[in-house]
């Protein structure tokens, strides 16, 4: 059965149920019980009508649920029952994704509702997904839902929030059986197409570019590869092919964004064919916007690190200098650049520090690889 | 069945057999060292034993309330504290006997010249309801 198949149909059905009168919060539920109903019935009786079997079965999930609960009886007699007949054809996946990244919630809890809302996961994919129990998840949801109940359905959303969510989405990476990043593309795609936006082409492209690379940013036990030192033969030329049309379409619209910047940057390294050889002046460059654009430290440290490329180590140190010691990844950067300014000893004592300091044990276990590398005994 | 937590110290715990600082080893000292622990986890996994593990920052910080909206935060540990956790594994086993074998096991991990780093490992036992029938 086409599991994928089935989650792109969720927003549209969820959306349905609720332009027909019901509350967003029962109408997610009835959704899911139709989603788990039509993965037990599907493989032995494929529908016809995948959608249209969708709505019935929710909807008529969504009546027994209204009907058991006597709080609801009310609400009930408010509701019609529809005319039997096609389904309308209004798209209300955008409206869906405005409530879901909803700037009331929390970014979890935007997280969770948006992948099983618009993205039709269950709470147990989610909660393996975030390596967290299901019971958390299930939690951060109806939170959500509850904290959205008042929420117009129909009124305009902010894309900028969606993005922010979808972005979250795909910088969580890959664990349980489903793959964040993939899925973060799927939803961005469908956004893409339900609303005409630079910016959600230039995240679009932006996540392509990223995903295109994946699989030579890791060795195969789990480790860190560095840009520089990656087999760019692993990395996926469709990914990057369509990503840098996605790109240079966007910026032809002149309206830059943030996530257009950083897909540019992103195109660049996609587009060398050794690391040498990646165009530095034109990162800088983009850097230089993407600094205008957000005001970033994060930013402003990267641009360090890429005018150490265009414009040789001292460079680079020089630019790091200006720069708050404490940003994350500070130290690190540092010890790189000294590094290359032939500098081993400093660059070992600073790859020791910024192991100390590293957020995760990828970054970690490679920095302290590095300090060991410079550090190494003579007589070993 | 008793769950218990098996807690690595960065410091605080007695010295180890084998004690050089890790920026001191060969890369293929750490990668060993790494997969070690990581094949240790999945054997846990696989026996049913694994509950959760992490590892932790060395730095964090101490807060309390201070009054409403305004928790104030201090850097620590403190200078004084003599104990600092390192991450931390939970197992859940049949008996007491096979949390020491395993903290013993995990405690064997390799280090500096692929020996052993024989370092100490604090177990604790999770404090659990009681049993509804005693024998």
């Not at chain 1, 899925?183 to 995903?211: F, N, S």
């Not at chain 1, 990503?243 to 390294?269: K, P, Y």
Request: net charge negative; glycine share 6%; charged share 25%.
């Amino acid at each position: 059965m086409d599991e994928t198949l089935l989650r792109s149909l969720t927003p549209g059905v969820l959306g349905i149920l609720v332009r027909r009168g019901a509350d967003f919060a029962a109408a997610e539920d009835a959704v899911q019980d139709a989603l788990v109903e039509a993965v037990r019935v599907w493989p032995a009786d494929p529908p016809r009508d995948p959608k249209g079997w969708l709505v019935t079965v929710a909807w008529r999930r969504f009546l027994d649920a209204t009907r058991a609960d006597a709080a609801r009886r009310r609400r009930e007699e408010v509701v019609e029952e529809p005319e039997p007949g096609p389904v309308p054809a209004v798209d209300d996946t955008l409206q869906l994704y405005f409530l879901c990244a909803h700037p009331s919630l929390t970014p979890s809890s935007a997280v969770a509702l948006t992948l099983r809302a618009v993205g039709g996961l269950t709470t147990r994919q989610i909660a393996a997904a975030y390596l967290v129990p299901e019971a958390t998840v299930a939690q951060r949801i109806s939170r959500a839902k509850r904290t959205v109940s008042g929420v117009r359905f129909d009124q305009p959303g902010d894309v900028a929030t969606v993005l922010r969510v979808l972005y979250l989405v795909f910088n969580e990476g890959y664990s349980g059986d489903v793959d964040l990043a993939a899925e973060a593309i799927r939803l961005t795609r469908q956004l893409a197409a339900a609303v005409d936006h630079p910016e959600v082409a230039g995240l679009l492209a932006l996540m392509l570019l990223h995903h295109a690379r994946r699989a030579g940013r890791t060795a195969p036990d789990g480790g860190l590869v560095p840009l520089a030192e990656q087999d760019r033969g692993r990395w996926d030329t469709a990914l990057i092919a369509e990503g840098v049309a996605i790109l240079q379409a966007a910026l032809a619209r002149d309206r830059l964004g943030e996530f257009q910047a950083q897909a540019a940057i992103a195109a660049l390294h996609a587009d060398a064919p050794t690391a040498e050889e990646t165009d530095w002046v034109q990162v800088v460059e983009w850097y230089d916007e993407l600094a205008r654009l957000t005001d970033s430290p994060v930013v402003r440290l990267n641009r360090a690190v890429a005018v150490g490329e265009a414009d040789g180590p001292r460079a680079g140190l020089a630019a790091l200098a200006a720069l708050d010691d404490s940003l994350p990844r500070h130290t690190a950067a540092a010890a790189y650049l000294h590094e290359r300014d032939g500098d081993r000893a400093t660059a070992a004592r600073l790859y020791a520090e910024a192991a100390h300091k590293a957020p995760n044990l990828a970054e970690r276990d490679h920095l302290t690889r590095q300090a060991a590398r410079l550090n190494a005994r003579p007589d070993r | 069945m008793a769950k218990y937590l098996l807690l690595k110290h960065y410091r605080g715990a007695p010295a180890a057999v084998n004690d050089v600082p890790m920026d001191q080893w060969t890369p293929q000292e750490i990668t060993d060292h790494v997969q070690y622990m990581r094949d240790f986890a999945a054997r846990l996994e696989e026996t049913g034993e694994f509950v959760d593990g992490q590892a932790l920052a060395p730095e964090g910080m101490f807060v309390r309330y201070d009054g409403e909206g305004r928790p104030p935060v201090t850097d620590g540990p403190f200078a004084e504290t003599k104990d600092l956790i390192a991450g931390w594994m939970v197992i859940d086993v049949d008996s007491r006997e096979r949390a020491v074998e395993l903290a013993g096991e995990l405690s064997a991990a390799p280090g500096a010249g692929g020996k052993p780093i024989h370092e100490w490992l604090e177990l604790r036992p999770f404090l659990a309801a009681p049993p509804t029938i005693t024998e």
